[in-house]
């Protein structure tokens, strides 16, 4: 986060956050609502799958750190703070919503963000280019019992690492990133929400949907994914001077520790650590 010459945190200019999946047994609830109260924005975009429906008509569960995210969000659009909701494929139904206010908060099909620097940037959840990745039923069901199993090992697998001090590190993204064939279709995913950035005119995309945070430019134009709050745990953010950046939660986690056990006063504000990829944008 940029601070004044005072030293005071002045609000980020926008937020994406999509995939949190609230009502879903492995969204980490806890970590969103540790990254909404840290870190003050302008404008935040909800970019879809909020909340899991699918997962909540499987099994319903909703427990109390779901709901305070619920009241964060509802809190942060009642004190004046733009909220716009597109919502996604989990969330779907409430696409019959779309053109409404409901609660201070905007509920779009999609929009398009002006960033400080003027690049105009399509917002949309991202489940419109499936297609690309030309998945079949039976390799999605084999995929989503896969997937099941790798984020049942991720959770696990973070709970040593916090008895060990260690900070959230995930497996899920780990392997996605290193199977052939789950990297190619996330590129196909990528170039196909590229490609309709250009078609509109537009200077590039952020989406989410496939869980997969990234900033980069393909054929001129910037491509953007803020991740998910059950892997990855990340958030796109747009600071005042325009450029564009990647937070990984457990990198600002590790932070504050740190700073924490430097200085047992509250600790001061800290610029935000990068996951790795930049995007400037400032010209």
């Not at 840290?38 to 008509?57: E, F, Q």
């Not at 099909?109 to 489940?127: F, P, S, Y």
């Not at 949907?209 to 994914?225: A, K, W």
Request: hydrophobic residues 40%; positive net charge.
């Amino acid at each position: 986060m940029e601070h004044n010459q005072a030293g005071a945190t002045r609000p980020l200019n926008a937020i994406w956050l999509s995939d949190i999946h609230l009502g879903y047994k492995g969204c980490r609830a806890e970590f969103v609502l540790d990254f909404l109260n840290r870190n003050p924005a302008r404008i935040i975009y909800l970019v879809g799958d909020v909340i899991d429906i699918w997962a909540l008509k499987r099994q319903f569960q909703w427990p109390e750190s779901h709901q305070a995210v619920l009241r964060k969000l509802l809190d942060i659009a009642a004190s004046g703070t733009r909220v716009v909701y597109i919502p996604g494929n989990h969330d779907d139904h409430c696409r019959d919503l779309c053109g409404q206010r409901l609660l201070n908060i905007e509920i779009l099909r999609e929009a398009v963000h002006r960033t400080a620097a003027g690049k105009r940037l399509l917002v949309l959840h991202g489940d419109e280019f499936d297609h690309a990745a030309r998945c079949t039923r039976l390799h999605k069901i084999a995929g989503d019992l896969g997937y099941d199993f790798l984020l049942f090992l991720n959770r696990w697998g973070n709970r040593l690492r916090g008895l060990f001090g260690l900070p959230y590190w995930s497996l899920a993204y780990y392997v996605k990133n290193r199977v052939k064939n789950a990297r190619a279709a996330i590129r196909a995913f990528e170039e196909a929400a590229a490609a309709e950035a250009r078609r509109r005119g537009l200077d590039g995309i952020i989406c989410g949907h496939i869980h997969q945070p990234e900033i980069r430019t393909i054929d001129g134009v910037l491509y953007c994914n803020d991740g998910d709050w059950v892997e990855s745990c990340t958030a796109l953010v747009e600071h005042n001077t325009g450029r564009l950046e990647l937070i990984h939660w457990g990198d600002l986690h590790q932070a504050v520790k740190c700073e924490r056990a430097a200085n047992d006063d509250i600790p001061r504000p800290l610029r935000l650590p990068s996951l790795g990829a930049v995007a400037s944008l400032t010209k």
